[in-house]
């Protein structure tokens, strides 16, 4: 044990040290990455060329696309290249980009996902004023507001964070990540940045709670619209972004909120992959999935088949 805070890297947790698996690492990262990087930036392209899709769900949804691409650009390359060069090694200033970017990435996630669900609270349960609260100089406002808070948040965290005496350099995590550096402390300031995560996970759970709460107002108003077509347009809008909302959710508690068993290293780097990895790639397919405007808008920017000019109508 020794005082590492001001030496040049730490250590991050390696998949494994037979070099065939290393390199087997290196390619399954490599498709998870493509593929998180390709579905997210055929959203943002989609959402940003085509003028039927520049309302505010579509602008939402291409924030939290670029939110995704960033948070999985953070973690991902730098472990691909590790397992090609067969090292363990990020420096300290990586480290605290890592910690800085991932963070602002994550809580924006979060921020949008809410505000989306306040989107679709409006849309369904107040049509008539939708056009008025959330028109376009709202919607732009609210999400620089969103994307300010979270840099300014994780710059409040990085500080606290770096601000410690770290006793160790060898991380068990894949990435620079703020519960494993605080495992690495030998200083009282670590109680500041625990506080912070405490302070952080309320925030979280009420932000949860308000979607659910906000999802239980939409459910009851939706069972009240008389058409069958009505309600299956008003759900089509609202399944996908309850069921991101609970991939973020459920793969954070998957991790963080489990008992500390005798779970092995294996094992508990699987689930971190699953936090880190898995929604950024799957936003884009479970918007996409059932979305025939979006589907619509992906098939012409691939240039799939001809469109008539009659633009869709968005009309929740």
Known sequence: MHNVSSTSEFLLLEFSQIRELQILHFFVFLALYLTTLMGNLFIILAIALDHHLHTPMYFFLMNLAISDLGSVS?????????????????????CVTQVFFFFTFETCDFALLTIMAHDRYIAICNPLQYETIMNKG????????????????????????FSMTFCSSNMDQFFCEVPKLLKLSCSNLYLVELGLL?????????????????????????????????????????????????????????????????????????????????????????????????QTALRKLLNLRQFSDTPPRFVL
């Not at 973020?248 to 008992?259: D, E, I, K, N």
Request: overall charge positive; some cysteine.
């Open 198 to 294: 405490v302070f952080s996970c309320i925030t979280v759970f009420g932000c949860f709670i308000y979607i659910i709460t906000t999802y239980a107002w939409i459910f009851t108003t939706v069972l009240k619209i008389p058409s069958v077509q009505g309600r299956h347009k008003a759900l089509s809008t609202c399944l996908p972004h309850l069921f991101v909302v609970s991939v973020f959710m459920f793969t954070g508690l998957f991790v963080y909120a489990r008992p500390p068993g005798n779970i092995s290293s294996d094992l508990d780097l699987v689930f971190s992959v699953i936090y880190a990895v898995l929604p950024p790639m799957l936003n884009p397919f479970i918007y996409s999935m059932r979305n025939k405007e979006i």
């Open 74 to 94: 953070v973690t991902v390359p730098k472990s691909m290249v590790n397992s090609l060069m067969s090292s363990r090694h990020i420096s300290y200033a990586e």
């Open 138 to 161: 709202a919607c732009i406002q609210i999400t620089t507001i969103a994307w300010i808070i979270s840099c300014l948040y994780s710059v409040l965290h990085t500080g606290s964070t």
